[in-house]
């Protein structure tokens, strides 16, 4: 991610801080994550789970949910991509699959749409076997 520095000026003083770039939409790249955790978590309640999240912004997951029966699910939110490999425009999911830490930790996707606001969990299948 490109960080890009800007000067603020007033009267007194001079302030230099790191703002993000933006993508084709006009956004921060950093707040469509954000947008898409905060919509995660909302779904998440809704079907029933209690969700704890990550306090930081790194790390093999975003957040934990756990079931009413205490069963704990790690996630880590993926916003849709434009395609850029093909001219249709039409969004991927996810261009990385999960590292090894989180394939070791179990860890779920769950993918986040933007342009529907539909969130649905990755079929990750298991390794050596095709995804259904």
């Known amino acids: 991610m490109k960080l890009i520095k800007q000067l603020v000026l007033s009267d007194d003083f001079e302030i230099e801080e790191d703002i993000n770039e933006q993508d084709s939409d006009g956004l921060n790249t950093n707040r469509k994550g954000d947008f898409a ?35 704990l699910l790690l996630i880590d939110v993926k916003t849709a991509q434009p395609d850029h490999r093909n001219r249709t ?38 390794k050596g076997r095709p995804k259904k």
């Open 37 to 71: 955790e905060y919509y995660a978590v909302t779904w998440l309640w809704d079907s029933g789970y209690e969700v704890f999240q990550n306090s930081g912004c790194t790390g093999p997951i975003d957040m934990i949910a756990m079931d009413k029966k205490g069963n």
């Open 89 to 126: 425009g039409k969004k991927v999911m996810f261009k990385k699959g999960r590292t090894k830490q989180q394939e070791k930790l179990g860890v779920k996707f769950l993918m986040f749409n933007p342009d529907t606001r539909e969130l649905k969990f990755a079929d990750h299948g298991v």
